[in-house]
């Protein structure tokens, strides 16, 4: 959560940043593109008010997930991802409409290229989204156990060294390859006293840890019921 939060402020921070410098110093060769301009294209985006609206609509990005940033100490399940979702939706939508003071012409192709990309982006956010959030499963067999669903995978029994149910998690330090939100977290990680891990896991203990010959594997269930057979399924 600690990381999660400073990950936060920095994006925060930046945004801030680049907004005030492009604002109140004029720095325009922070946006994007406006280096390669022509002359006679910088002075009509600058007359269109172009580079300043950026400016104020990266101030405002920011200014709006600071004003989220309190939900993460609530209760509130999904503070994190109200967050970035309005991060998301507020900067590229923003893009959509600055681009009416785009040089006319091409205001039209800036318009287009803009939304189409926003489009792209937000069904390959939705799509990974929905993937994440689908249910692992614990399938014990006869001589292996599997996980299902995302970065799930299959081992044999005979490669299991320990099992072991935990009330607490140990903390996650950093992402490799994963899916990480405030409410679980799938895929390749950080573990701060066992190294790179393999995490299925929700937020609501228990969790079960399995060590086999090359490899450390967190998970837990939908409920800690559900976790407790799983445990009583692989401690055989």
Known sequence: ?????????????????????ITAKKAYGLISGYIARSEDEKEELIKNGYPRKMGWLLI??????????????????????VQFGFMLVFLMGGMIYLSRYEVESKRKRSYWITSISTAVVMVLI????????????????????????????EWNKED?????????????????N????????????????????????????????????DQHIFLNGSSPEETLNWYKELSK
């Open 1 to 21: 959560m600690t990381i999660l939060i400073i990950i936060q402020l920095s994006v925060i921070a930046l945004f801030f940043l680049l907004g005030w410098a």
């Open 60 to 81: 405002f990005t920011a200014a709006g997930m600071l004003l989220l940033l309190p939900l993460v100490f609530t209760s509130f399940t999904y503070a994190m991802e």
């Open 126 to 153: 939705t799509t990974l989204t929905i993937l994440g959030y689908q249910e692992n499963e614990l399938v014990v067999k006869q001589d292996s156990f599997e996980i299902t669903g995302m970065y799930g995978d």
């Open 160 to 176: 299991i060294e320990s099992v072991e149910l935990m009330d607490r998690m140990p903390e996650v330090t950093w992402k490799v």
């Open 178 to 213: 994963g899916f990480g939100l405030s409410t679980q977290a799938k895929g390749v990680f950080k573990v701060e006293g066992y190294g790179r891990s393999l995490l299925f896991i929700k937020k609501e203990p228990p969790y079960i840890y399995i060590k086999t010959d």
